[in-house]
């Protein structure tokens, strides 16, 4: 049997190798296949993406030839005539040759290709040459051809630099109205507005006082049946507190211009050169795959890779949890951002919807139960008079005096208890001790030894009776005179400490109440513009890197070089600036 097991396993083996080397075959075969479709179908779009990554830096050296740029791009552009890149760049270049009609041309092809990413593109590209006049209509064009369901990924960096004024002084105000358009119609069903009011329920909730409550309220703790409940409306009191300083101090701070916009802007303009057209990253996720299977040895886990950079790389926001993730990021002790800011003027509403449920859904108790060993106390609050920390501790006094009226009948009627016992018992021994001293007398001599064990007896039981009455009474009447003056000194130190705790319970409530519409007041009066109050000024913008005409030493060795001054080498953009295809020529 085991030489049939060893081949058979010997067997499975050889299998398993084979199915892995066919495995990794095929995917070497869809891989060179990935390549060979890609160079064929989109091998001209790399040509195009390298000369809109560099075209800034070519215009600015100086030494490209218009005509060379004009040539280069026009063929790029007969050749990818689906890309949108191509003819923008090709735009680019016209302007650059101070034509007019072709830049029209050109930049209306690459705007009906993708209107979003040909704005986007020449609003980064104008930025670059500081011409910020029109910048703002370029930028209502980007926003125009944008879904707010799917956004990109790089918005949050767009929302930086406009509301912070490096992409258009008029800018701001036009991406405010529009993200407030695409909130409310995104937000506008019930469904919606109750998930989002939720979260933010979820998120105000989060700002409560951190610590163990019970740690900070032992006697309530220990003490009352509804110290839950008391425990949730203090969290929702506190929340309430914090966020009312939480919104206000991130306005206060004030946002800064990062430090790094300026690069972040260049890795747009990268980024958005580099994006892949849909069919293109087809093809590519074919050879993504590929190469996961010769990597891994393995289709399932090939796929998982795969899938997981497929989720990665199709991340996309849509405009409610970026403006839900914005406005409450997780990192809150770092300085606020403009895109926060303006995502807390976004939200405003729901804040307010919020905040509203938490604070109602914990209302105050007419009256709060307080045990006491078996015994019950309450503290009455369904007025403000009623929990002034002066009415409590009139409370509590009043309490402790009722409960002592208790304790001290308990002890009378317990002390009348014990002396009828006791009574009771001296009678019970007086008797038995007389039956048996007549027993002695009558069993015979008195001086035998059963007469006088007898009448030890009898007078063991009747001194038992006596010391009872008199001496153990006593006792036992000063232990339960002790242990009622123990249990209202207990008592009474409890509903003061109960006293005091409610007091810093309902002065936070009062607080909180008196907040609350302060709040609301303060968020829904926030604008467009209190964010822009709240940025810092942002650092001026690049001056014009002057294309600088090449010297002599610096010149090819051309006989008619100084007629390659006025046409050979760029001298810079026209005086005149891209519009959109809309406004007249």
Partial sequence: MSAISELQQTVDTFVTEYRRDRTIQTAYNELAEAKRELEQEFGRYKEVRELAAGIIYLVDSGYISRSV??????????????????????AVAAWLD???DRYFDSISSALTLNPSKTALFMTLLLRHQARTEVMREWIGSYLAGLEPTNLPTDFAVVIEAVTGGTLGAGSAPQLARRMQDWYQHASSSRDVEAEEIGQWERNLLSLAAAGNYAEQFP????????????????????AIEAADQHFRSRF???????????????????????DPDPAEDQILRKARRAEAVIETQDDAAAERRVAADDADRSRALNILSLVTRAAF?????????MTELLAIVLS?????????????????????????????SKFSCATAAEVTPD???????????????EIDHQIFQQGKGLRRRASWRLIVAAVVSCGLLATALLSGPVTSSLAIFILAVALVILGYGVLDRFLL???RLRNITDGGQQEKSSIERTLNRVSNELASLFSQEQRSGDILPALRDYLLRLTADDVRRATRLAPQLSQILALPGPLDNEMPGDADSNEGNEDRYARGFPEWTPQLPTRAR
Wanted: glycine content about 4%; charged content about 30%.
């Fill in 219 to 238: 006697a309530l703790a220990q003490s009352s049946p509804t110290w839950e409940l008391l425990r949730k409306r203090h969290e929702v009191n506190t």
């Fill in 69 to 90: 740029i004009l040539d280069v791009t026009e063929r790029l552009t007969i050749q990818t005539p689906r890309y949108w890149l191509a003819p923008a760049i090709l």
């Fill in 252 to 274: 206060d701070d004030g946002a800064e211009v990062p430090a790094d916009l300026d690069e972040k802007i260049s890795l747009l303009l990268k980024h958005l050169a580099e």
């Fill in 98 to 100: 101070d034509d007019a």
């Fill in 391 to 405: 009415a409590l501790r009139r409370q509590a006094e009043d309490s402790a005096e009722e409960l002592a009226g």
């Fill in 473 to 475: 009474l006593r006792r």
């Fill in 348 to 376: 405003k509403r729901f804040i307010n919807g919020a905040a509203e449920n938490i604070h109602g859904k914990h209302q105050r108790f007419d009256s709060v139960q307080i045990r006491l060993g078996q015994r019950h």
């Fill in 329 to 337: 990021p997780s990192g809150r002790r770092q300085p606020p951002t």
